[in-house]
T-cell receptor
Framework: KQEVTQIPAALSVPEGENLVLNCSFT??????LQWFRQDPGKGLTSLLL?????REQTSGRLNASLDKSSGRSTLYIAASQPGDSATYLC??????????FGQGTRLTINP | ETGVTQSPTHLIKTRGQQVTLRCSSQ?????VSWYQQALGQGPQFIFQ???????GRGNFPPRFSGLQFPNYSSELNVNALELDDSALYLC?????????????FGPGTRLTVL
């Protein structure tokens, strides 16, 4: 059974810092991995989708990497801003299954 | 292009009651997936509908049921509500439900069971 873990559960950093969020998964047989952002009490916004054949994806200040063999992904946020404060979720798509989510990392950027 | 919408935004029910949640998929999408997100947890997959047929189900009891309509909107029905059913219910639509598809999420319905 695929399990997804995100560490840390919460992170607080000063504005302007670069930071890394971690995601690990137990089974390397996945179609893709996706990072989402969730604001309090709201739905999910897709940030980056990495197919299994890819190593990384970039969008603006965000960069996500994927190492399938080790079951790890990282989300790098450059020059963090208070508006980046949210919960970040990663999810994997195993074969024949739907999205399996981690519990998320709650990020706070302090002005 | 209209995004995924859900109604109602909030709902309060008592144990034993039944509830229906609604979701309108994004234009051009024929697949809808439903997720349950308990407080502080990641979303858990409930089931998916593709062209009005159930296309995959997570580890949820039969009292969780659904429908998809010809316009690809969808309903989630929960019977005999329990306190643990209190959660944010999210629906997501995609073009085909394929593994390569990105799912677009709605804002969710917050259900509180007293």
């Amino acid at each position: 059974k695929q399990e997804v873990t995100q560490i840390p559960a919460a992170l607080s950093v000063p504005e302007g810092e670069n930071l890394v969020l971690n995601c690990s998964f137990t089974d390397s047989a996945i179609y893709n991995l996706q990072w989402f952002r969730q604001d309090p009490g709201k739905g999910l916004t897709s940030l980056l989708l990495i197919q299994s054949s890819q190593r990384e994806q970039t969008s603006g200040r965000l960069n996500a990497s994927l190492d399938k063999s080790s079951g790890r992904s990282t989300l790098y946020i450059a020059a963090s801003q208070p508006g980046d404060s949210a919960t970040y979720l990663c999810a994997v798509r195993p074969p024949g299954q739907k999205l399996v989510f981690g519990q998320g990392t709650r990020l706070t950027i302090n002005p | 292009e209209t995004g995924v919408t859900q109604s109602p935004t909030h709902l309060i029910k008592t144990r034993g009651q039944q509830v229906t949640l609604r979701c309108s998929s994004q234009s051009g999408h024929n697949t809808v997936s439903w997720y349950q997100q308990a407080l502080g947890q990641g979303p858990q997959f409930i089931f998916q509908y593709y062209r009005e047929e159930e296309n995959g189900r997570g580890n949820f009891p039969p009292r969780f049921s659904g429908l998809q309509f010809p316009n690809y909107s969808s309903e989630l029905n929960v019977n005999a509500l329990e306190l643990d059913d209190s959660a944010l219910y999210l629906c997501a639509s995609s073009r085909s439900g394929g593994a390569e598809d990105t799912q677009y999420f709605g804002p969710g319905t917050r259900l509180t069971v007293l």
